[in-house]
């Protein structure tokens, strides 16, 4: 087994023990990995490893390796990371899933692009559920009205919420963004499904898994340590 091989089976084990430690069904939690950063040929290893998405958070980079990658048959690719609205019209070449959504003039570009090229997009609505100011998303009170605001869009595929926690306090972070899905997914008339529940990273996805995760987001664990850059 190469290294990606042997480290997506180790990953993939931890989440086999957390879902048991849980009492949930593994099935029920889906590993993206996240290869920003890391070359294509990284990508193709894990590829060939058992893995068909993966999560990018640039667009550029993500439009790079999905064109360096068409050749392998039913690749597809999500962006976690924050979009600046300009950069709508990238997506419809590439992307399945959008995890960072964020405003309603996103949204609306999105859906303009999506419709036009006759595609539909898996969304999920970031939650800000630190509180942290270097992170992106909504504060969790504004979450409810924004998913109301989210009727018009045809081409989007409204699936739940994504987070990233706080390190200190992670489980106070996943507890809230998981509560106010609950409460989204109970609520009538909504648009969407909220089934999906994107929280947990390499260093706390275990925790996450606890608290309800249907997507764990995990790159260095896969991937190897990342140079500093901007995120
Ligand atoms: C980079 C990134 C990840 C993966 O982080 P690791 O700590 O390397 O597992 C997960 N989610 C988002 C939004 C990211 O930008």
């Not at 070359?39 to 290893?45: N, Q, Y």
Request: net charge neutral; charged share 25%.
């Amino acid at each position: 087994m190469n290294d990606i091989a042997s480290r997506l089976t180790a990953v993939r084990d931890r989440i086999a023990a957390a879902c048991r430690a849980a009492d949930r069904d593994p099935a029920d939690v889906r590993l993206l990995p996240v290869s920003k950063t890391k070359p294509s040929e990284l990508v193709r290893a894990a590829a060939a490893a058992g893995c068909d998405r993966f999560g990018e958070n640039m667009v550029q980079e993500a439009r790079r390796k999905a064109r360096e990658l068409a050749d392998v048959p039913g690749l597809s690719w999500a962006i976690i990371g924050h979009l600046q609205t300009n950069k709508a019209k990238y997506l419809p070449e590439f992307a399945a899933e959008f995890q960072a959504l964020d405003s309603l003039a996103l949204a609306t570009e999105l859906d303009r692009r999506f419709a036009a090229a006759g595609r539909t997009l898996d969304v999920l609505i970031e939650v800000n559920s630190s509180g942290e100011n270097s992170k992106f998303g909504l504060p969790p009170a504004e979450v409810p009205g924004f998913a109301a605001a989210l009727h018009p869009f045809e081409a989007l595929r409204v699936r739940g919420l994504m987070t990233i926690a706080s390190r200190d306090r992670a489980a106070r972070d996943f507890a809230e963004t998981a509560a106010l899905r609950d409460r989204l997914r109970g609520t009538d008339g909504l648009p969407g499904s909220y089934d999906e529940l994107s929280m947990g990273m390499s260093g706390d996805f275990e925790e996450a898994i606890a608290h309800g995760a249907t997507c764990v987001r995990v790159g260095t664990a896969i991937f190897g340590s990342r140079a500093a850059r901007p995120v």
